[in-house]
C-alpha cells in the first residue's frame, strides 16, 4: 500500500539519491525532471512548497513536490517521480490518486495545474487518463513546458 511521508534526517539521503532512470543519476536536472536534490532545496528556501517521499510500505519508491506557485498563481503538482527501478509496475497512477488526495485537503482552491516537457509521453499519458486537460497554456523554463489542469468539486 503507497503512502505518503515527510523527507527527515532518516530518509533524505535515500531520497535525493534516487533518479528517473539510470543515465540520470548524480544530475542537478534530468532528463524531463529537476533532480529530488534540487527539489528539496527549493523548498527549503520557499515554504509555498511541500516535499514528500512516496513509499510502498516501507520501500521508498518515489518523490513528489507540490504547493502554491506564484508563476502559475495556482496549486501546483511540481514534482512526480517514480524511482527508475519501479517504473512500469502502476506506481505512477496509485501515487498520483494519493497526491491529488493529500493537495486536495490542503487547498481551499478547486483546481490543480501540473506542468511537462512536451516530449514526456508517460507524463502526458498518466495526467489525461486521471482527468488533467490541457490548457492551452506553456510555461518558459529550461525546456518550454505544457500546462495541464484538473478541476474538482469542492
Known amino acids: 500500500m503507497l503512502k505518503l511521508q ?5 530518509n533524505w539521503i ?8 539510470e543515465d540520470q543519476q548524480n544530475r542537478i536536472f534530468e532528463k524531463t525532471i529537476a533532480s529530488n536534490c534540487l527539489s528539496i532545496a527549493q523548498a527549503s528556501i520557499d515554504d509555498q512548497w511541500i516535499t ?6 516501507d520501500q521508498l519508491i518515489g518523490f513528489t513536490m507540490y504547493g ?3 508563476e502559475l498563481e495556482g496549486y501546483e503538482l511540481c514534482r512526480l517521480m517514480i524511482n527508475y527501478h519501479f517504473q512500469g509496475k502502476g506506481y505512477g497512477k496509485t501515487a498520483l490518486e494519493l497526491i491529488v488526495e493529500e ?3 490542503q487547498t481551499t482552491d478547486s483546481e490543480i495545474l501540473v506542468c511537462f516537457q512536451p516530449d514526456n509521453e508517460h507524463a502526458k499519458k498518466l495526467y489525461e487518463r486521471f ?3 490541457d490548457t492551452g497554456r506553456t510555461i518558459k523554463g529550461n525546456v518550454d513546458e505544457l500546462v495541464y489542469s484538473f478541476t474538482f468539486d469542492r
Open 131 to 133: 482527468g488533467f486537460k
Open 103 to 105: 493537495m486536495k485537503k
Open 52 to 57: 514528500r517521499a512516496i513509499y510502498d510500505e
Open 68 to 70: 502554491h506557485s506564484d
Open 6 to 10: 515527510e523527507i527527515n534526517k532518516d
Open 14 to 21: 535515500d531520497v535525493i539519491l534516487m533518479c528517473s532512470g
